[in-house]
């Protein structure tokens, strides 16, 4: 690791003021501290939020606000996620492990960076971490990147789970920074790479994340469903979070979300457009998975992801809709 | 009077932690302390061979800069047994056959005796049908619950068998 100096912050207005100096926020560190160590980061300053007391989970009108520092495990562990936005603790148990998740907190894991290898190498060209050098994965080892939503300067995914079901539960994302608080929906959150892959989210320089609010739950059947190499600890080739409510035999409402699929977790209205009011069977399914990915497009090695996502999403929706 | 210096206990007793931000909280155990117990796998937590409890909750010391754990309480392979004290958990491991060459070890006890509390606090898993529901111990919840160690050797199910006595035995008491 190179030289930093480390603060550590007692409240959201220290943090703010020492990432207005240029501090970069670390907070479970899982993945910072990894990315210093190969220095594809190497900030000179870091400043700990872990005690900013940005750690309760409270409710919020009809919904509730996940502070930035509630660890992974703590949400998942939470008994009203639990029982009303059961999606989200799905998602959060799909990812890493036991030991990762009591570290990992609900603002880091929304700034997680990509898996893609290069990005990891500092002696290959990524876009993303030495702009303009090139990107060595779209005629290298890219079976695990994205195939919606990508550019010629980057086909790296936004790899994590936890941001897809929240995607899906239409989520907010609150920040505060030097231009005073913001929402974000979470929609609005992620950045595909276009011409700028450095920044993989609108989050401006010293702009800290304090919560995630959800809204009021919908009670519809909610499923995600994570599809890997091995059975556990491995991040998603493709995975989807569903919610499904159903009436009469219809499928009145549904949310879908996609991950590991596009560059950033991946939602398309027109999807849930061609399946609201109409009667679940396998047709409509793989009619819905065809305007998922018409235009998808795979670089070789991922060209599996696009058959695999219409099976996942017709397995989830089987799932979802069975009432 | 002197300032105080950022402490962490470790397996009961205070230790200053180190000045170079960089040390992670494993290094810091490993070379530091000489607590050589713990163990580094991948460097990346990719194994979690150096798996230890802080506060009771397991995480992978490799990731964690050791200057973020003032005040807070760390618990080694050390401080869960010694070789004339064997904990429960150690026992099973030893006659049920849950290693080869030892050296995952460490960290899948200090993460099994993490996982029980875990059970005990009603924390569901990927694989809880319900994730509302108080889990239930089957073998495919502890392979879930212990699927952040990675073993080598593959001595996966004498591993689950041994905590499957300790679980049992807990639940008999
Ligand atoms: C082996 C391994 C397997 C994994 N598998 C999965 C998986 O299957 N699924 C999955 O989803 N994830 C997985 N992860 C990733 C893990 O979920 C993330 O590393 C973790 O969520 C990051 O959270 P953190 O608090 O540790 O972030 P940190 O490492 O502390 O920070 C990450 C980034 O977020 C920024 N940041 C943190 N908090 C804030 C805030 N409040 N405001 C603004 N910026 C902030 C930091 O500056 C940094 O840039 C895996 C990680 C590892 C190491
Ligand atoms: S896909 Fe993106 S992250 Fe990977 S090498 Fe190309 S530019 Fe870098
Ligand atoms: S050494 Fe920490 S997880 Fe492998
Ligand atoms: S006993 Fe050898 S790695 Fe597990």
Same mark, same amino acid.
């Given at each position: 690791?190179?030289?930093?100096?480390?603060d550590h912050a007692a409240n959201a207005a220290a943090a703010l003021s020492a990432m207005g100096?240029?501090a970069?926020a670390?907070?479970? =560190? !899982?993945?910072?501290?990894?990315?210093?160590?190969?220095?594809?980061?190497?900030?000179?300053?870091?400043v700990s939020i872990?005690r900013t007391?940005l750690?309760?989970?409270?409710?919020?009108?009809?919904?509730?606000?996940?502070?930035?520092?509630?660890?992974?495990?703590?949400?998942?562990?939470?008994?009203?996620?639990?029982?009303?936005?059961?999606?989200?603790?799905?998602?959060?148990?799909? =990812?890493?492990?036991?030991?990762?998740?009591?570290?990992?907190?609900?603002?880091?894991?929304?700034?997680?960076?990509?898996?893609?290898?290069?990005?990891?190498?500092?002696?290959?060209?990524?876009?993303?971490?030495?702009? =303009?050098?090139?990107?060595?994965?779209?005629?290298?080892?890219?079976?695990?990147?994205?195939?919606?939503?990508?550019?010629?300067?980057?086909?790296?995914?936004?790899?994590?789970?936890?941001?897809?079901?929240?995607?899906?539960?239409?989520?907010?994302?609150?920040?505060e =920074?030097?231009?005073?608080?913001?929402?974000?929906?979470?929609?609005?959150?992620?950045?595909?790479?276009?011409?700028?892959? !450095?920044?993989?989210?609108?989050?401006?320089?010293g702009?800290l994340?304090t919560?995630?609010?959800?809204?009021?739950? !919908?009670?519809?059947?909610?499923?995600?469903?994570?599809?890997?190499?091995?059975?556990?600890?491995?991040?998603?080739?493709?995975?989807?979070?569903?919610?499904?409510?159903?009436?009469?035999?219809?499928?009145?409402?549904?949310?879908?979300?996609?991950?590991?699929?596009?560059?950033?977790?991946?939602?398309?209205?027109?999807?849930?457009?061609?399946?609201?009011?109409?009667?679940?069977?396998?047709?409509?399914?793989?009619?819905?998975?065809?305007?998922?990915?018409?235009?998808?497009?795979?670089?070789?090695?991922?060209?599996?992801?696009?058959?695999?996502?219409?099976?996942?999403?017709?397995? !989830?929706?089987?799932?979802?809709?069975?009432? | 009077?002197?300032?105080?210096?950022?402490?962490?206990?470790?397996?009961?007793?205070?230790?200053?932690?180190?000045?170079?931000? $960089?040390?992670?909280?494993?290094?810091?155990?490993?070379?530091?302390?000489?607590?050589?117990?713990?163990?580094?796998?991948?460097?990346?937590?990719?194994?979690?061979?150096?798996?230890?409890?802080?506060?009771?909750?397991?995480?992978?010391?490799?990731?964690?800069?050791?200057?973020?754990?003032?005040?807070?309480? &760390?618990?080694?392979?050390?401080?869960?047994?010694?070789?004339?004290?064997?904990?429960?958990?150690?026992?099973?491991?030893?006659?049920?056959?849950?290693?080869?060459?030892?050296?995952?070890?460490?960290?899948? &006890?200090?993460?099994?005796?993490?996982?029980?509390?875990?059970?005990?606090?009603?924390?569901?898993?990927?694989?809880?049908?319900?994730?509302?529901? $108080?889990? &239930?111990?089957?073998?495919?919840?502890?392979?879930?619950?212990?699927?952040?160690?990675?073993?080598?050797?593959?001595?996966?199910?004498?591993?689950?068998?041994?905590?499957?006595?300790? &679980?049992?035995?807990?639940?008999?008491?």
């Open positions: 690791m190179k030289p930093f100096t480390l100096q240029g970069t670390i907070a479970g =560190g !899982t993945n910072l501290v990894d990315l210093m160590k190969l220095q594809v980061a190497t900030p000179e300053r870091l872990r007391g750690d309760s989970i409270v409710p919020d009108g009809t919904g509730l606000r996940i502070g930035a520092l509630v660890t992974n495990a703590d949400c998942a562990a939470d008994m009203r996620v639990r029982q009303d936005w059961p999606l989200l603790a799905q998602a959060i148990l799909a =990812g890493a492990s036991p030991q990762l998740r009591n570290r990992a907190t609900t603002g880091g894991n929304l700034c997680q960076r990509t898996r893609c290898g290069y990005f990891y190498d500092t002696t290959q060209a990524c876009n993303k971490r030495a702009p =303009g050098s090139g990107c060595a994965a779209r005629d290298g080892f890219n079976r695990i990147h994205a195939v919606l939503g990508t550019s010629d300067a980057c086909i790296a995914t936004y790899p994590g789970d936890m941001a897809v079901a929240l995607l899906a539960l239409d989520a907010v994302v609150l920040t =920074g030097p231009f005073g608080p913001r929402q974000i929906p979470l929609a609005m959150f992620h950045r595909e790479p276009g011409d700028d892959p !450095t920044r993989d989210n609108v989050l401006q320089p702009e994340i919560a995630v609010r959800l809204p009021a739950p !919908t009670g519809g059947t909610q499923v995600y469903r994570k599809v890997r190499d091995r059975a556990s600890y491995a991040f998603a080739l493709v995975s989807v979070a569903a919610d499904v409510t159903m009436e009469e035999g219809r499928i009145a409402r549904c949310a879908l979300a996609f991950g590991s699929l596009g560059t950033v977790p991946w939602r398309d209205s027109a999807v849930e457009a061609a399946l609201v009011v109409e009667k679940p069977s396998p047709a409509l399914f793989d009619q819905a998975a065809e305007i998922l990915l018409r235009q998808a497009r795979g670089f070789g090695a991922n060209d599996f992801k696009i058959p695999l996502a219409a099976r996942a999403l017709a397995a !989830t929706l089987a799932q979802a809709t069975k009432g | 009077m002197a300032p105080t210096l950022p402490t962490a206990h470790v397996n009961g007793q205070p230790q200053t932690l180190p000045l170079d931000p $960089r040390r992670t909280l494993l290094d810091w155990l490993r070379h530091d302390l000489g607590l050589t117990g713990t163990k580094k796998g991948c460097d990346h937590g990719q194994c979690g061979a150096c798996t230890v409890l802080v506060d009771g909750k397991r995480i992978n010391s490799c990731l964690s800069l050791a200057a973020l754990h003032d005040g807070d309480s &760390i618990e080694t392979i050390e401080g869960i047994g010694t070789p004339d004290a064997l904990a429960p958990l150690q026992k099973a491991f030893v006659s049920h056959d849950g290693y080869q060459c030892g050296y995952c070890t460490p960290g899948q &006890i200090c993460s099994a005796k993490a996982l029980m509390a875990e059970l005990a606090q009603g924390w569901p898993s990927a694989v809880s049908a319900d994730v509302a529901a $108080r889990p &239930i111990p089957t073998a495919e919840e502890l392979r879930e619950r212990m699927s952040g160690n990675l073993c080598r050797c593959g001595a996966y199910s004498n591993i689950i068998a041994a905590l499957k006595e300790v &679980i049992g035995a807990e639940a008999l008491a």
